[in-house]
């Protein structure tokens, strides 16, 4: 079956730390995969994209990965901050055009 | 607007009844894509628009969900004769629409619904 498997469990991090969230998919081979930011009562919010071609994307304190033999995805966020806890989900494309489809999120608590 | 707007933001219905939710995209979007979020739950596909090809109704969880969408822009998704478990967040979304290199999707805050 298909699946986007993202850790259920809540991830608690201290402030300053590199929190590493992963992403991992099965029977998929998406173009392009999505990081989304999703804050409680609010819709996501985009974050990242990476291409199947990509390795690596930057973007200030944000890295993504995307292996896609090991079909994963990891997504760092470097010097946490309290203000970076919400939930995070990672999305596939997994249709035509830009059907996407998500991952169940994890959560992340930076604390002090 | 600047965003994607949603309405009404919450509703509360009683089981039987029929329901409508409306969205409006990003001025310009082509693309436009509802979800369903349970509470702690991840984002459930429901039906996605782009352009004037026939939409994507692959993740509609039974025939009493319907969604249309008029002159390529507001959208309504209505569930007729509500049940329990449809009490989610519907989220509509909207980007620029199709192309290789995947477009950034921009989401709405979302429709409350309650069944009661």
């Known amino acids: 079956s298909q699946k986007i498997e993202q850790n259920s469990e809540a991830l608690n991090i201290q402030e300053g730390k590199t929190a590493t969230l992963t992403c991992n998919y099965t029977n998929y081979s998406p173009a392009y995969l999505q990081w989304y930011r999703q804050d409680p009562g609010r819709g996501p919010v985009f974050l990242l994209l990476i291409r199947e071609n990509e390795k690596e994307k930057r973007k200030e304190r944000l890295k993504v990965t995307f292996d896609t033999t090991l079909k994963q995805s990891l997504f760092h966020i470097t010097a946490s901050q309290p203000a970076d806890s919400a939930t995070y989900l990672c999305?596939?494309?997994?249709?035509?055009?830009?059907?996407?489809?998500f991952g169940t999120g994890t959560q992340l608590k930076v604390e002090l | 607007g600047a965003g994607v707007s949603q309405s009404p933001s919450n509703k509360v219905t009683e089981k039987g009844k029929d329901v409508e939710l409306r969205c409006d995209p990003i001025s310009g979007h082509t693309a436009l894509y509802w979800y369903r979020q349970s509470l702690g739950q991840g984002l459930e596909f429901l039906i996605y628009f782009q352009g004037n090809s026939a939409p994507d109704k692959s993740g509609l969880p039974s025939d009493r969900f319907s969604a249309e969408r008029t002159g390529g822009s507001v959208s309504t998704l209505t569930i007729q004769r509500t049940q329990q478990e449809d009490s989610a967040v519907y989220l509509c979304?909207?980007?620029?629409?199709?192309?290789?290199?995947?477009?950034?999707?921009?989401f709405g805050e979302g429709s409350w619904l309650t069944v009661v």
């Open positions: 979304a909207s980007s620029l629409g199709q192309g290789a290199g995947g477009n950034t999707i921009y």
């Open positions: 999305a596939l494309n997994t249709g035509g055009g830009n059907k996407l489809t």
